[in-house]
């Protein structure tokens, strides 16, 4: 089947579908969310970065998807994505802000442009991500059908359980999670009710920055389950979500418990010893 053909394809059962947008759905955490809202009818917008080669990969695997290309350092190009998108899709009701840069510094020496880079693609940019996607106007399958619309933001366990490492990480993370209130809070006051932001807290799922199979065995299961904990959890509790059924500002930890520990180290350096 040509490019073509399948994204002519692609636009007619996209417009049978609900619609969700997964940005870093090309590969890891985010990959795993947009199988799962595949895996249940829903038609997926893969974002990518750099990944393009992944993200066609697995938008060809899935029975309805797409994908958009957009530098989440620039968050004016994220904020047009948003509503480029909006012109087309009938039925656009979550917007999923998987996306993160995961660079180390240091409690003792913040790097300036690792700092720079988080706040940008970590903080603000899924922010004005969110701001966009809940101030499109009314038209389409999501409003005509009473469907409203659901952001989830990933976040992550650091948030209860914080730890000097990946310092400017964290920090962006932090304030992400503040957003999630916040945006609660203010599309409550201005009257609407429907629409729903939520955070969403992995811990520790997949090897990270550069760990080791045997590292990742031993960091995955420092929590209060001892056990590693599935992505496929996080996509559930993904999906989960997509439904509304809590309270706007909400955050879920998907972590095995480890939020509720205290560790003086990022696991990745407690594996080592």
């Given at each position: 089947?040509?490019?073509?053909?399948?994204?002519?394809?692609?636009?007619?059962?996209?417009?049978?579908?609900?619609?969700?947008?997964?940005?870093?759905?090309?590969?890891?955490?985010?990959?795993?969310?947009?199988?799962?809202?595949?895996?249940?009818?829903?038609?997926?917008?893969?974002?990518?970065?750099?990944?393009?080669?992944?993200?066609?990969?697995?938008?060809?695997?899935?029975?309805?998807?797409?994908?958009?290309?957009?530098?989440?350092?620039?968050?004016?190009?994220?904020?047009?994505?948003?509503?480029?998108?909006?012109?087309?899709?009938?039925?656009?009701?979550?917007?999923?802000?998987?996306?993160?840069?995961?660079?180390?510094?240091?409690?003792?020496?913040?790097?300036?442009?690792?700092?720079?880079?988080?706040?940008?693609?970590?903080?603000?940019?899924?922010?004005?991500?969110?701001?966009?996607?809940?101030?499109?106007?009314?038209?389409?399958?999501?409003?005509?059908?009473?469907?409203?619309?659901?952001?989830?933001?990933?976040?992550?366990?650091?948030?209860?359980?914080?730890?000097?490492?990946?310092?400017?990480?964290?920090?962006?993370?932090?304030?992400?999670?503040?957003?999630?209130?916040?945006?609660?809070?203010?599309?409550?006051?201005?009257?609407?009710?429907?629409?729903?932001v939520y955070g969403l807290a992995p811990g520790a799922m997949l090897a990270s920055h550069d760990?080791?199979?045997?590292?990742?065995?031993?960091?995955?299961?420092?929590?209060?389950?001892?056990?590693?904990?599935?992505?496929?959890?996080?996509?559930?509790?993904?999906?989960?979500?997509?439904?509304?059924?809590?309270?706007?500002?909400?955050?879920?930890?998907?972590?095995?418990?480890?939020?509720?520990?205290?560790?003086?180290?990022?696991?990745?350096?407690?594996?080592?010893?």
């Open positions: 089947m040509s490019l073509s053909k399948r994204a002519r394809l692609c636009l007619a059962t996209a417009m049978q579908r609900p619609a969700v947008l997964v940005t870093g759905g090309a590969k890891r955490i985010g990959a795993v969310i947009a199988r799962r809202f595949a895996d249940a009818g829903w038609h997926v917008v893969i974002h990518y970065g750099q990944s393009h080669a992944a993200a066609e990969a697995l938008a060809a695997a899935l029975p309805s998807a797409e994908c958009v290309s957009c530098d989440l350092a620039d968050s004016d190009a994220a904020v047009a994505m948003v509503r480029a998108l909006a012109g087309r899709l009938d039925d656009w009701r979550v917007l999923v802000n998987s996306a993160a840069v995961f660079h180390f510094d240091s409690v003792a020496a913040l790097d300036p442009a690792v700092f720079t880079e988080a706040m940008a693609v970590n903080a603000a940019t899924p922010a004005r991500m969110a701001q966009a996607f809940l101030a499109l106007p009314e038209h389409g399958g999501a409003r005509a059908t009473n469907n409203a619309r659901r952001v989830i933001d990933l976040l992550d366990m650091k948030l209860a359980n914080p730890n000097p490492d990946f310092f400017s990480y964290t920090m962006a993370k932090h304030a992400l999670a503040a957003t999630v209130r916040m945006l609660a809070m203010g599309w409550e006051q201005g009257g609407n009710t429907a629409d729903r760990q080791a199979p045997e590292e990742h065995e031993a960091s995955g299961r420092m929590n209060l389950l001892h056990r590693l904990t599935d992505p496929v959890e996080l996509a559930d509790a993904a999906l989960f979500l997509s439904e509304g059924w809590l309270a706007s500002g909400e955050t879920l930890f998907v972590d095995s418990g480890q939020h509720l520990l205290s560790q003086p180290r990022d696991v990745l350096y407690l594996a080592r010893g």
